[in-house]
């Protein structure tokens, strides 16, 4: 069985968002027609614009939703200080109101909240909140930026979800209930299990990510511009991220949360088993610098061999 990612490289990001998507129309279609759609955006740290999706990305894929039949668009985020329109307005996604037939929200001030568990470092499992409208949707759109992680090495798609979360428990992702709690060697043991788990509940229906512009070095944040000049797209999300992960030179098993996510059958992380259509793999790969812990993170396998429940 084999996973189609649709790899567009080109010199318009708006474009090639539009084109990866529709490469796999045909896969698309039935997951958004008819149903309300949830668009999520990375824009955790808006007062650092290269770590949000681009709102050009945004326009790709709301382009591409407005020829299909569809219930609603909701853009839905929890950003960095509860102020999302703040955010918004700041990466100019309040202009698509008014291009599109969309509508912003904020997940923050939505009390309606689900629980799941998370591992944490000190024993036992921890509740956590994560957003009913994020649980209930029915097309669930994951818009992310190929970066480096300071963590799991490059994050995509898939980790873009945590903004399903309430803001003040994201940390608890890392085994913790603060950042100043955070250890590295545990981190690399529980994040990418709390992925696994967190996938089970909010999974991406559709992964889109932006890798016109990403970035590399000391990410998700506090890393340097790269240009890669692709857009990837398809409705598994492992796979997607796989793809995106060799585009930035990482071989995508040697990534742990996209290698138990292979392993539990949340998707395709062997590239053996990826279709890609469109540009060439071969021709978009560019390496990125990867975070200056890279020795470290790379020690995944010994830290947490066992593949997650």
Not at 62 to 72: A, Q, V
Not at 137 to 162: F, L, P, Q, Y
Not at 211 to 226: D, L, Q, R
């Amino acid at each position: 069985m084999s996973s189609k990612v649709a790899l567009i490289k080109g010199d318009n990001r708006r474009e090639n968002i539009l084109k990866a998507l529709h490469l796999i129309h045909s896969q698309i279609e039935p997951k958004i027609s008819g149903k309300d759609v949830i668009v999520k955006p990375n824009c955790l740290q808006a007062g650092v614009p290269l770590s949000c999706t681009h709102v050009d990305a945004l326009r790709g894929v709301m382009e591409y939703i407005s020829d299909i039949p569809h219930e609603s668009v909701v853009l839905a985020e929890c950003c960095k200080d509860s102020e999302q329109f703040e955010s918004y307005k700041k990466l100019a996604y309040d202009s698509l109101v008014n291009e599109y037939k969309i509508f912003l929200t904020e997940l923050q001030s939505d009390d309606y909240w689900a629980e799941m568990k998370l591992l944490s470092k000190y024993g036992p499992e921890v509740n956590v909140r994560v957003s009913r409208m994020m649980v209930n949707s029915e097309c669930r759109i994951s818009v992310a930026v190929a970066k480096t992680h300071d963590t799991v090495i490059m994050t995509g798609s898939w980790k873009n979800m945590m903004g399903s979360l309430a803001l003040e428990d994201k940390v608890k992702m890392h085994g913790c209930n603060s950042h100043s709690e955070r250890v590295l060697t545990s981190e690399i043991a529980i994040l990418p299990q709390n992925l696994v788990r967190l996938a089970k509940i909010v999974p991406p229906h559709i992964a889109v990510i932006d890798g016109y512009i990403g970035m590399e070095g000391n990410g998700p944040v506090s890393g340097n511009e790269k240009s890669l000049g692709i857009a990837i797209a398809s409705i598994d999300f492992v796979a997607a991220d796989a793809v995106c992960a060799k585009a930035m030179g990482f071989e995508p098993m040697d990534i742990s949360y996209l290698n138990y996510g292979h392993q539990v059958d949340l998707g395709i992380a062997d590239l053996r088993d990826i279709e890609i259509l469109g540009d060439s793999l071969d021709d978009v790969i560019k390496d990125f610098t990867p975070h200056k812990s890279y020795s470290t993170l790379k020690e995944w396998r010994k830290l947490a061999p066992a593949i997650p429940g």
